[in-house]
């Protein structure tokens, strides 16, 4: 069965530095979402990718973070200067259509550790 | 904004038991998801629904449109159920989710 990969599994950073965070969807789907999930919260939206562009994005998302779809197959979230409070799991969603009856299939997560 | 509410938070069963969570959202929709967390912190999807019920096999998912709630039902009960439940709405042109905070599931030999 088709699934969405997320690579790295863990990523520890120093506070400031760079980290590009990726996905690969799964192939036909034509809706991407980066969603976190600090320890012990829920897990919250952060942005929606569609038709190569930015479709919808949350207060979170500021101009620390940045989404591409670099090569029509990956899917990356880059923070460019981490802070600690970015310390979160990650996880990268997916899904076909554009009907609110779709459902998000959901990659394993990266844990980033900022320190 | 959608305000998605589940309980309990905790829940503790012994093996073979019947458990329920309930959940509940501010805002209409059109769909409902459940989802499942596990230790390891993958989520996996496990319904998405939008009138009725659903059944997979110890997995029953209800829901009622106009009251806006949803209950996922685990029938017979194991300890490799024992995981984090969570419901999440989608809402929005782009159908983002709204989670909730999760029930933690704990079922004992």
């Known amino acids: 069965e088709p699934e969405v990969t997320q690579t790295p599994s863990h990523q520890v950073t120093q506070m400031g530095q760079e980290v590009i965070l990726r996905c690969v969807p799964i192939?036909?789907?034509?809706?991407f979402y980066w969603y976190r999930q600090i320890l012990g919260q829920k897990v919250e939206f952060l942005v929606s990718?569609?038709?190569?562009?930015?479709?919808?994005k949350s207060e979170i998302f500021d101009d620390q973070f940045s989404v591409e779809r670099p090569d029509g197959s990956n899917f990356t979230l880059k923070i460019r200067s981490t802070k600690l409070e970015d310390s979160a799991m990650y996880f990268c969603?997916?899904?076909?259509?554009?009907?609110?009856?779709?459902?998000?299939?959901f990659g394993p997560g990266t844990r980033l550790t900022v320190l | 904004k959608n305000e998605v509410e589940q309980s309990p938070q905790n829940l503790t069963a012994q093996e073979g038991e019947f458990i329920t969570i309930n959940c509940s959202y501010s805002?209409?929709?059109?769909?409902l998801h459940w989802l499942q967390q596990h230790p390891g912190g993958g989520i996996v999807s496990l319904f998405m629904?939008?009138?009725g019920k659903k059944k997979h096999g110890r997995l029953i998912a209800t829901i009622n449109i106009q009251e806006k709630h949803s209950s996922l039902h685990i029938t017979a009960s194991h300890p490799r159920d024992s995981a984090v439940y969570i419901c999440?709405?989608?809402?929005?042109?782009?159908?983002?989710?709204?989670f909730g905070k999760g029930t933690l599931l704990t079922v004992n030999p």
């Open positions: 192939s036909n789907h034509l809706y």
């Open positions: 990718f569609y038709n190569n562009e930015i479709s919808e």
């Open positions: 999440a709405a989608p809402g929005g042109s782009n159908y983002k989710l709204t």
């Open positions: 969603a997916s899904r076909v259509l554009a009907g609110s009856s779709d459902t998000q299939y």
């Open positions: 629904l939008s009138s």
């Open positions: 805002v209409g929709i059109s769909a």
